[in-house]
């Protein structure tokens, strides 16, 4: 069964330092979006990506994020210098616009970011 | 704008009772409800979603939810809990709004007592 994996399942990073999580949607997928969700609270909406470009985003993704289809079959994001705050576990998921409407968004594992 | 709300942040039940998480969802149009579970240190699962039709639907492991309009809800049931159901579970609500996103409610904890 088709699923989105997400690298590395685990960064420590320093603070200021810059992060790149990688995501692989499922490949007939045309939706992308990320998520967080800090230890302890509910999953929040970061961005949402279409057509090679930023679809929605709220008031947390601010100019130090960034999210990029490099090619054909990956989708990244980027903290430009990550603060303490930034620790969370990060979910990238993906959908199919010809569901039937529904936007049924299936999940990846995560990737915890853990800024020291 | 759109809003879930869960009442609990926990609920324990016996194995073999009812299970019943409440959400209750605010949306300007008519929207898209969910219901995700996810496990300790794991992603999330869809558990069933609601977006026209039927107001009952039926998910995976013997999960229901029902879609009640003039009540802005969409509680959770299982007939019968089972110790793997141990789990945090999350309501969501979606919409179109020149993109899609998902609004996800804080979460219940459910506990599941031998």
């Known amino acids: 069964e088709p699923e989105v994996t997400q690298t590395p399942s685990h960064q420590v990073t320093q603070m200021g330092q810059e992060v790149i999580l990688r995501c692989v949607p499922i490949?007939?997928?045309?939706?992308f979006y990320w998520y967080r969700q800090i230890l302890g609270q509910k999953v929040e909406f970061l961005v949402s990506f279409y057509n090679n470009e930023i679809s929605e985003k709220s008031e947390i993704f601010d100019d130090q994020f960034s999210v990029e289809r490099p090619d054909g079959s990956n989708f990244t994001l980027k903290i430009r210098s990550t603060k303490l705050e930034d620790s969370a576990m990060y979910f990238c998921?993906?959908?199919?616009w010809g569901s039937g409407g529904g936007n049924e968004q299936f999940f990846g594992p995560g990737t915890r970011l853990t800024v020291l | 704008a759109q809003s879930v709300t869960q009442l609990g942040s926990h609920v324990s039940v016996s194995e073999g009772a009812l299970v019943l998480l409440r959400c209750n969802y605010s949306?300007?149009?008519?929207?898209?409800l969910f219901w995700y579970v996810q496990y300790p240190n794991q992603g999330l699962q869809l558990l069933l979603k609601?977006?026209?039709?039927?107001?009952l639907v039926k998910g995976i492991n013997g999960f229901e939810a029902e879609f009640k309009k003039s009540e802005t809800s969409f509680h959770l049931t299982k007939p019968s809990a089972h110790m793997s159901d141990a789990a945090e579970y999350f309501c969501?609500?979606?919409?179109?709004?020149?993109?899609?996103?998902?609004?996800f409610g804080a979460g219940t904890r459910l506990f599941v007592k031998a």
């Open positions: 490949s007939n997928h045309l939706y």
């Open positions: 949306s300007s149009v008519p929207p898209y």
């Open positions: 609601y977006t026209t039709g039927a107001t």
């Open positions: 998921a993906s959908s199919d």
């Open positions: 969501a609500v979606s919409q179109y709004t020149g993109g899609f996103k998902t609004i």
